[in-house]
C-alpha cells in the first residue's frame, strides 16, 4: 500500500538520512526510534524534531566518537577544551550542556553535581545508534531537557552476528585497540560485548601554557548487554557500562589532572501482548572524580556522585490511529565530597518522582500529539510541563507542523549545596530554570531532493548564575542565584541530494542566543553553523569530506564581551574493503591546518583546537 505524504514528509524533516546514499522513504519510514515517547516506534509517527544516526553512518565519516557526528547535526554547537578527554560543552539550540538530558542505552548520565554529562571518551567503535531530539522534551524525560534529548545506544538491536576486532594509530602517539562481539547465544537470547582501550599524548590545548607542553589522556571502556526472551511475550534485558580515564588538563595556575571511575548498570523487564506494551526498569549510576596537580604533589580532592533510577512505562493502542503512553520516575540521587576536600555538602541526598503521560493520534492527513508531565523533588518542590504538536500535508510535496513546549532544568548538587567558603557557597533556595519554546516547519519531499527548514524560539527564565553576592566589593563571596533570561531565536535548514555516486547533505543554523538582562550574546554559541557532508561510495572503496563552519563566538556573557574568529575545518576519511573480512581506514582531521580558538581558558588566555592530525587504522572481522 502506498505510504501517505505525510508519513514519508514528517520523516524526511524530523529525521534525515544525514549520510544515507539510499534516499528511499519507504525505508526511512521503517525505522525504529525510542527517544520520542519512550517507547518503539517508526520516525514517521512522532512529530518530534529529530536526527538519527546509525552504525554504518558513523563508519562512513570514520567518527571517533559521538561528538564527531553531533557536531555536523542541524542544531548542535561543539565546543571542545583541548583533547576528546578533556571537557566538552554540548551546546543544543543555543542551550547550555546542562539544559540538554543525556541517555546512554536509555540511562541518565547528566551529573547531579555538575549538570552536564562527559561522552567524549564513549567510542564510536561502541555505538550502534545515536538519536537527537532537537526542542524540549520535559513532559516525557523530566528535568533537563530544555535544548532536547541525545540518546546514545550500544545495544544492538539486530540478531547479525559480528565479531570484530579494531586497530588505529596516529598523530601525537594516539592509539586505539577496540573489540566487538555481537550474536545469538541461544535461540533466545542474544548478546553484545565492546571493550576499547585508547590514549594519547595529546598536545598544547591552550595559548596560556608553554608551546611544548602537551595535555595527554588514556581510556578504557567496557559495555556489555544480554536480552532474553523468557515467553512469546516476556523478555528480559541487562546491560551495562564502565569507564576508567585519566585526562590532564589546565588549572587554574598549573597542570592537573583527573581520574575518572564511571559505570552505569541497567536491568528491565517487558510484557506486550497485542496493543498493550509495559516494561520496568531499574537502574543505577555511579561516577567518581578526583583531581590533583599533574606532578602528585598534593593529595586527590574526591566528588562521588550516584544515582538510582526506577521507572514504570505503559503503552496502549485502543485503536490503529490512537496510542496513549503513561509512566512513572522515580530517582534518588547521592553527592559526597572526599579526600582532601575538607568539607561535605550540607545536603548529600535527594529524590524526585514523575509522572507522565502522552497521547498520539493519527488522522490522515493530520497527526496530533500531546504530552504532560509532574515533578515532585525534594530539594525544590513541583515542576509541571506540557507540550503539545500538529502537522498537517500543504500539497502533495510537502508538510506544516508546529509545537510547542514547555521545560525545566534541575539546580545542581553544587548549586544548591556547595559548602560555604571565603570564596563561594551554595544557594539552597533556588528555583530550577523553566523555559517555553515554540517551533514552526515546513519540508519539501521530492525524487530530486529532500530539504526541511525549521524556526524556533525559546524563552528561559530564571537563569542559574553564579556571582558576588556585594557586586561592590571584590573580596565578596560568590554564590548562585536566579536572576538572568535568555532568549533563542533560531532557523535551521536540511537539504539532502544527490550529485552523481557523490551523496550531500547541507545544514545550516542561523540563530541569535542572547542575555535578556544585558543584550550581551550568550558565552561560546554562535550566531552562524554550516556544515556539508559528501560521500560517495564505488565498489569496495568509499570516501568522505566533512566541512564544519563556526561562527564568530564570545568569549563571557558579560555585555562588554570579546569576540572569538569563526573557523573552518575539513576533515577527509577514506576506507577500503581488502577482503569480506578485511577493511582499511585512513583520516586526516583538519585537512588544511586551521588555527582556531575555541573556548576562553582559567588563565586569560584560549583553548586552541588541534593541528592537522593524521590516521589510519584496520577491521577485521571472524
Sequence with gaps: MKKSILATAIVSLYAPALFAQDTDATKVDETIVVTANRFEQTQSSTLATMSVIDRSQIEAIQADTALDVLQTLPGVEIVKQGTKGNTASIFLRGTSTAQTLVLVDGVKVNSPAAGGATIGLIPAFAIEKIEVIRGPRASIY???????VISITTVPSSGESVHELSLTGGSDY??????RSVGELSDKTQGSFVVNNEGSKGYNISTSVPEDENYGYDSQVLFGSLSHNITKNWVASFNGYKQSSSNEFQGFTSKDETEQDFYTVAGKIDYSKDSFQTNV???QTNDELATRDAA???????????????SWLNSYSPTSNVTLNAGVDYYQENAERGGSNTTNYEETKRHNTGVFATSLVQINPVILELSIRNDDDSSYGNNTTWGVA????????????????TAFRAPTFNDLY??????????????????????VSLQGFHTFASWSISAYQTEIEDLIEWAPIDPNDPMSKWTPSNVSEAEIKGIELAVEFDTGIVHHT??????DPKNKTNGAQLMNRAKQNYSWIGSLQWEDFQSSLVANYVGERPNSSTASQNMMDAYFTVDLALKYDMTENLTTRFKVSNLFDEDYETSADQSGGYFIGPERSYYAGIDYRF
Design 142 to 148: 523530566g528535568a533537563d531537557a530544555v535544548g532536547g
Design 174 to 179: 594516539y592509539n586505539s585497540e577496540g573489540f
Design 281 to 283: 526498569q531499574i537502574s
Design 296 to 310: 602528585k604533589t598534593n593529595p586527590q580532592a574526591i566528588l562521588t556522585a550516584k544515582r538510582t533510577t526506577v
Design 390 to 405: 500538529a502537522g498537517v500535508n500543504v500539497t502533495d510535496s510537502m508538510i506544516l507542523s508546529a509545537s510547542h513546549g
Design 418 to 439: 556547595w559548602p560555604s567558603s571565603p570564596f563561594d557557597q551554595g544557594n539552597p533556595d533556588l528555583k530550577p530554570e523553566t523555559s517555553a519554546s515554540s517551533e
Design 506 to 511: 547541507v545544514s545550516a543554523d542561523w540563530k
